[in-house]
Antibody, heavy 120, light 109 residues
Framework: QVQLQESGPGLVKPSETLSLTCTVSGGSISSSSNYYWDWIRQPPGKGLEWIGSIFYTGSTYYNPSLKSRVTISVDTSKRHFSLKLTSVTAADTAVYYC???????????WGQGTLVTVSS | SSELTQDPAVSVALGQTVRITCQGDSLRSYYANWYQQKPGQAPVLVIYGKDTRPSGIPDRFSGSRSGNTASLTITGARAEDEADYYCNSRDSSGNFHVVFGGGTKLTVL
């Protein structure tokens, strides 16, 4: 049973880069060739926002509203994929989730989420 | 890009049936998927595709679609169903992007 776990700093200063890693256990990214691997975030008290997606081949897809600041990468041998978000502001404060995504677009499973606060 | 619209809040009496809707152009091409999120927890997939429940999801949850509107129906709502519910689908532009609805807060009275 595949499980995902986010990790990374819980506090980032304004204008700096947010970096998170999602570790996949119980399976591997490269053997799951039908799936996409995505990042989603949820500001406190608000709804879900899709950040972007990566296929095991390295092909990426980003939310147009974040595209200029987002990079998602994958390390299939190390069974993780990563998120970098540059030039963060307080508006980027959120719980960040990673998830596995079927080609048809459903997200399952999700990681437990990690809160990232942008503050000086 | 596409947008999905949900009612912000819906309430249902204990044991009654409730329908949560999700509206958007992408739903003419793609089925909506539905997630339940309880406070402090990650979302959980409850319905995907035409009307499929993942293992462990009670059969009181069901999904449907008509035109550009998808619905999640809970038949015989229980207290533990009180949660936020989100829909999502692929973007209809065919670029593998994803869109989420704004979420519906379900209160079980």
């Amino acid at each position: 049973q595949v499980q995902l776990q986010e990790s990374g700093p819980g506090l980032v200063k304004p204008s700096e880069t947010l970096s998170l890693t999602c570790t996949v256990s119980g399976g591997s990214i490269s053997s799951s060739s039908n799936y996409y691997w995505d990042w989603i975030r949820q500001p406190p008290g608000k709804g879900l926002e899709w950040i972007g997606s990566i296929f095991y081949t390295g092909s990426t897809y980003y939310n147009p509203s974040l595209k200029s600041r987002v990079t998602i990468s994958v390390d299939t041998s190390k069974r993780h994929f990563s998120l970098k978000l540059t030039s963060v502001t307080a508006a980027d404060t959120a719980v960040y989730y990673c998830a596995r995504v079927e080609p048809s677009g459903w997200f399952d499973p999700w990681g437990q989420g990690t809160l990232v606060t942008v503050s000086s | 890009s596409s947008e999905l619209t949900q009612d912000p809040a819906v309430s249902v009496a204990l044991g009654q049936t409730v329908r949560i809707t999700c509206q958007g152009d992408s739903l003419r091409s793609y089925y909506a998927n539905w997630y339940q999120q309880k406070p402090g927890q990650a979302p959980v997939l409850v319905i995907y595709g035409k009307d499929t429940r993942p293992s462990g999801i009670p059969d009181r949850f069901s999904g449907s679609r008509s035109g550009n509107t998808a619905s999640l129906t809970i038949t015989g709502a229980r207290a533990e169903d009180e949660a936020d519910y989100y829909c999502n689908s692929r973007d209809s532009s065919g670029n593998f992007h994803v869109v989420f609805g704004g979420g519906t807060k379900l209160t079980v009275l």
